[in-house]
């Protein structure tokens, strides 16, 4: 595995272990890298409404946004599941919109690592272009 894919898989570990999940239980950390390199790093953070939650994925690319990224050129997600955990829908389409068509890299805490491209997880994909 290339050392800045490792990087952005212990970022989101990292973040992982921040995660607000009273009600679900189910921790997700999330780390997208900005065209500069630098990274940015969200947990799953839960309301007992339940559907104000927001995703880990999310959190993070919004919190790149807020600080002046426009664009992020690879994700990671990480969850405690046998099973790589991918994105939720919506995350895909978010994803979609920020990152593009980048690898999307599923780690879990025992280091079971698989990269899918985000045209493969989103084929056919809306956004801006239909737009216009
Ligand atoms: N969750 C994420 O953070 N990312 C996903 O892509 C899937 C789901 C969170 C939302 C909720 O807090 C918990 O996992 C269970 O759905």
């Known amino acids: 595995m290339h ?11 990292e973040a992982r272990g ?3 999940a009273p009600y679900s239980d ?3 950390g999330a780390a997208v890298e900005a065209e500069n390199g630098d990274i940015y790093i969200g947990c799953n953070v839960e ?5 104000l939650t927001v995703c880990a994925e999310r959190v993070a690319i919004w919190k790149g946004i807020s600080c002046g990224e426009k664009r992020f050129t690879r ?7 046998e099973e790589l955990t991918p994105p ?9 919109e920020f990152c593009g068509d980048v690898p999307v890299i599923l780690s879990n805490l025992e ?9 493969e997880l989103l ?7 239909f737009l216009k």
């Open 111 to 119: 280091g079971k690592t698989e990269t899918i491209q985000m045209s």
């Open 88 to 96: 939720c829908g919506v995350c895909r389409q978010i994803i979609w």
């Open 18 to 20: 921040r995660a607000y």
């Open 75 to 81: 994700i990671a997600v990480v969850v405690d599941t």
């Open 3 to 13: 050392e800045n894919e490792t990087k952005l898989i212990d970022a989101a570990t």
């Open 26 to 28: 189910f921790q997700v």
């Open 123 to 129: 084929p056919r994909a809306f956004d801006s272009k």
């Open 47 to 51: 309301s007992a409404s339940y559907g």
